[in-house]
């Protein structure tokens, strides 16, 4: 079972606050030999190389993270203007192609319904059914004939057009479920929790380090969360937004309109 990035980022929390705490009881139960300023002086200098690492890994995975969700949703945008581009050239090539635009009509529907639905747990990426309606109107369009070359340039435009939705496609789907490995995660929880334990264990014991702990765990760990947020683009809490992709459909809905 896979844990949604919320619980995640909750266990990670979890985590590095509880570094921070062992921390702050090992300071009461080591000699006071052990905490002295060099030894402090040793503490705060290796995990400054800890912390650097973990700052610049941590923002390299935020940026990667963000650029891909921003591709991702320029994709879905690229999808729905060829869809609605494909029915315009389709609609303008005559009548003969209404049962290939109805059957565009349909994919369209279909595809909206398997990215953005309802319930984000139901999310297909690919959805072979689906790409079978689509494939079945591009049967449609290779069987129309016409000797007029106005007719013929629409017709080549939405072959064209075809042919990139269908790219489009592929590309959504073998993209799927390519995020940041887990043992990487886990490497990154390993730094930050190590990180908390030297600030606990030279902390001292009143409230406002606790909160101040308390607090910068809750961050870090946030910033964890999003980066596998971003990564689930259509599942997540911060998911692409399907307004193309549904006023494509309500386009194609309204055949007899003008685009």
């Keep these: 079972m896979t844990l949604s990035p919320m619980i995640v980022g909750i266990i990670i929390f979890a985590v590095i606050l509880t570094g921070a705490f062992a921390g702050m009881m090992a300071r009461r139960a080591l000699p006071e030999q052990h905490l002295n300023d060099e030894t402090k002086s040793l503490v705060t200098s290796s995990m400054a190389v800890v912390g650097t690492i973990s700052a610049l890994v941590l923002g390299l995975l935020i940026s990667n993270a963000n650029t891909s969700f921003i591709t991702r949703s320029g994709e879905i945008k ?13 609609r303008l090539y005559g009548p003969e192609a209404v049962p290939a635009r109805e059957k565009l009509r349909q994919y369209a529907e279909r595809k909206t319904d398997d990215l953005f639905p309802d319930n984000p747990r139901d999310v297909q990426i690919d959805n072979p059914s689906t790409y079978q309606v689509f494939q079945q109107a591009e049967y449609l369009m290779l069987e129309l004939q016409t000797t007029d070359r106005h007719r013929r340039w629409f017709l080549e435009q939405a072959m064209t057009l075809a042919s990139r939705i269908g790219n489009t496609r592929w590309l959504i789907a073998q993209q799927a479920g390519q995020g940041t490995p887990k043992a990487f995660v886990a490497l990154m929880v390993f730094w930050l929790t190590l990180l908390f334990t030297s600030f606990g264990l030279f902390a001292p014991p009143n409230f406002i380090s606790k909160m101040c702990l308390i607090l910068c765990a809750l961050s870090v760990a946030g910033a964890v969360e999003i980066i596998l947020e ?28 003008p685009i």
């Design 78 to 90: 690229s999808l729905s203007a060829d869809i609605s581009r494909l029915d315009q050239m389709l």
């Design 230 to 257: 971003l990564e689930q683009p259509f599942s997540g809490l911060l998911h692409i937004s399907p307004v193309p992709m549904q006023q494509t459909v309500q386009m194609l809905s309204l055949s007899d309109e």
